[in-house]
């Protein structure tokens, strides 16, 4: 009896397991189906979606060759060599950004620096080809000092091809994640302007006396301190397909440029060193569509990799460019391993004009430039580059009393991007990104036009070349408006 007990309570439990069994199977349908119909009521029309319910990131990007023909004036200097040799190719490099809703175009382009008039050409061209607002085009040169300058034919060309490299990049849109970052490089980022001890001789090229020097030289008894810290930040975007084939990179740093080029010479700098770097360290070689490596300017016009503090170097042709360019890189690389890619974020843009005040010559200045012109060549004074200057000043008669330039903002999640059509202070791009509602920012300076530098009041106090009239050709305090103006245009898109 105890034997048969036994195995109808086995039976017995057996027989509870499986009922409990199909009851938790039936559950779990039931928990999915209702899930199913929650979801289904979330997503149906009227109801509020997540930001990024439903919507593809896309990126894409491309290249333009935009080299000259031999022959074309150089400019970057006091004087306009012909180019002999082609060391690198130049280009007009594009990276879109699509978050389903709103599209937002980069183009860096190897040029010391486009006007207004040759910008808002190339995007006219844009809007009417691809429907893209021009507002949502960004157009920066890099600043080299090694190609032509942007006018004639060569325009006309460079126009067209900054179009054309747009269309492409939209062509090889593909569903993206998108990540960003910031390393530091401070071994190639010196300020290039210096006070100098009191009583050092230093006049202007209009009858005064600064108080700074630009490049004063090495081992200078003058030397007192650098008038201003530089930006060490490298900051970058970087887009990845699906299956994690690096798409492109666009870099951020704040050096004017590297030089040691050879007279005669057509160079994208280290510009263009640091795109073909980057893509080598990320493995992105003989991609179909290629990828795109970038370097944009940041906030560089006091700035250069000149140590005056330390030895002087010698070095031959391209070396330095070539180390500058292999530190960003690996330090890009280095950041790169650790970011965060996103699915998706949300793109904003903003664009405005700022109307500011040319800056004129005095009757008296008027007075001294007409002198200097008419002084025979071999007639010679203290004052640098006194002829030309004369030649500014006169030529700046001719502007009307203001201008309107285009100052841009770009949204990409919590990333902010501002520019400016100046070779802006290091001064002005710390205040933008310790002031901006972005958790992370950076500033493309020679953006949307090209007006010369943009010191801070207080570096116009002190003189110097990029505080000359000339050189800086707008009122003295245009830095504190454009900052108050990005700002503004920041909120507007947070």
Not at 117 to 146: F, R, Y
Request: charged content about 25%; proline content about 6%.
């Amino acid at each position: 009896m105890t034997k048969y007990f036994k195995i109808k309570f086995k039976f017995k439990v057996m027989k509870l397991i499986k009922m409990l069994s199909r009851f938790f199977r039936y559950l779990m349908m039931f928990i999915i189906l209702i899930s199913v119909q929650i979801t289904s009521a979330k997503t149906s029309p009227g109801e509020n979606l997540p930001e990024d319910q439903g919507k593809v990131f896309r990126a894409g990007a491309a290249m333009s060759n935009i080299t000259p023909p031999l022959g074309v004036g150089i400019v970057g200097g006091w004087g306009t060599p012909s180019a002999t040799h082609i060391h690198d190719e130049l280009h007009a490099r594009c990276l879109v950004l699509d978050d389903s809703e709103t599209k937002l175009v980069f183009i860096i382009v190897d040029n010391l620096g486009l006007s207004r008039e040759v910008i808002d050409q190339a995007k006219g061209l844009i809007t009417n080809e691809t429907e893209i607002p021009a507002s949502n085009v960004l157009i920066s040169a890099i600043h080299t000092h090694s190609g032509p300058r942007a006018e004639g034919d060569y325009q006309k060309f460079l126009v067209r091809r900054m179009a054309d490299v747009v269309r492409i990049a939209l062509n090889n849109l593909e569903p993206a994640n998108i990540g960003w970052g910031v390393g530091s490089v401070p071994d190639h980022v010196f300020v290039r302007r210096w006070v100098m001890k009191p009583g050092t001789d230093l006049p202007d090229p209009f009858g005064g006396q600064d108080r700074v020097k630009m490049n004063p030289g090495h081992n200078n008894p003058g030397l007192l301190k650098p008038a201003a810290e530089p930006d060490t930040d490298v900051s970058f975007i970087s887009v990845k397909s699906k299956d994690g084939r690096p798409i492109a990179l666009l870099g951020n740093y704040s050096l004017h440029y590297v030089g040691g080029v050879p007279s005669g010479h057509i160079s994208a700098d280290y510009f263009a060193v640091f795109a073909d770097r980057i893509q080598e360290l990320l493995k992105a070689d003989r991609q179909d569509p290629p990828f795109v490596g970038m370097m944009s300017n940041g906030t560089s016009g006091d700035v250069n990799n000149i140590n005056y503090a330390g030895e002087p170097e010698r070095n031959p042709p391209y070396a330095k460019m070539r180390r500058v360019a292999e530190d960003v890189a690996r330090e890009v690389f280095r950041v790169h391993n650790q970011i965060e890619f996103h699915d998706w974020v949300p793109l904003k843009a903003a664009c405005e004009e700022l109307t500011l005040n040319v800056r004129k010559p005095d009757q008296k200045m008027i007075a001294n430039a007409q002198d200097v012109l008419k002084r025979p060549d071999d007639v010679k004074t203290n004052r640098p580059h006194e002829k030309v200057y004369a030649e500014r000043i006169t030529r700046l008669l001719e502007w009307p009393d203001q201008i309107d330039i285009v100052l841009q903002t770009f949204g990409i999640g919590d990333l902010g991007i501002a520019t400016t059509p100046f070779e802006t202070f290091s001064d002005t791009g710390l205040e933008i990104k310790a002031k901006s509602p972005f958790k992370t920012t950076f500033t493309i300076e020679l953006a949307n036009g090209y007006y010369g530098y943009l010191p801070t009041p207080e570096q116009h106090e002190l003189g110097g070349y990029e505080t000359w009239m000339g050189t800086s050709r707008v009122e003295k305090d245009a830095s504190v408006k454009v900052v108050a103006k990005l700002l503004s245009m920041f909120s507007s898109i947070k």
